[in-house]
């Protein structure tokens, strides 16, 4: 009986023994499982997590390329707007800059139009003067020099030496000229006497050539006055002496070249400048 015990234990021992084995292969089966679906559900977490690191850390770089943009579109909006006011100065202060080209640009073309008016008249006056006085006598010569004409008169035509009386042969030729200044009642006439460097001896009435030259321009202005009726406020006496020559004074030819009157006929200054001033004052209206 005793035996039958001790072998009835032993068989029990041996199986719990095997049952507590295979539940431990089992339990150690299922916790590996466990483990397993531990260390997955541990991976996608870790990988969700980073995830959303990333996803927090591109929002906030959108997020702040989004302010970046936002300020900059602002930025825009304004330089927009002042370069909208800039350009409307500009362009205001490019239309007033024209207009006062133009403005320039038609006084110029005023002034052009009145001095071509006074070389259209100078013009026609050396014309009528070459015609009346003739071209063809050397010891007469009809220029223009800036607007102005001049008529040279060699002095032996005029004077006897030292002398201020006015020749007949010189009245002739004052009388064409008188005519064509006659017909200029605007313009003024400047006769200026002109002598060699030869000193004049003096007498009662004369001291020097400045004397010699002056009266000689007014002896001239006379003949012009009282034998051919031209106005004497057209008329202007002036003496030069011997200190414009035309050549030196180193020969007898070139002495008797010095030895000049000049009639100078001019537009009368102040009319002339009239003449601008109104054409002027057309542009500003």
Known sequence: ???????????????????????????????????????????????????????????????????????????LINNIGNMTTLSTKGAQNIEKALETIKEKDLKISRMQDALTKKDSVTLALVTSLKSSVGISDPDIEINVEKGVVFIS??????????????????????????????????FECMVEGHTDNVPFSGNSVLIDNWDLSVKRSTAIIRVLIKDHNVNPKQLIAAGRGEFIPL?????????????????????KIDEFYDMIEKEMKKTSK
């Open 153 to 186: 008169i060699a002095d032996k035509l005029m004077f006897k030496s030292g002398s201020y009386i006015v020749s007949d042969r010189a009245k002739e030729i004052l009388g064409k000229v008188a005519k064509v200044v006659n017909d200029k009642p605007t």
């Open 1 to 75: 009986m005793k035996k039958n015990f001790i072998s009835l234990s032993i068989i029990s021992l041996l199986t719990t023994s095997c049952v507590s084995k295979k539940q431990f292969l089992e339990s150690e089966a299922r916790n590996k499982e466990v483990q397993d679906l531990l260390n997955s559900a541990t991976f996608k977490l870790n990988t969700c997590l980073e995830e959303k690191s990333g996803i927090n850390a591109s929002y906030l770089s959108l997020k702040d390329q989004n302010d970046n943009l936002k300020k900059n579109n602002s930025d």
């Open 247 to 267: 050549v030196e004074n180193n020969s007898i030819e070139n002495k008797s070249t010095n030895r000049r009157t000049r009639i100078v006929v001019l537009p």
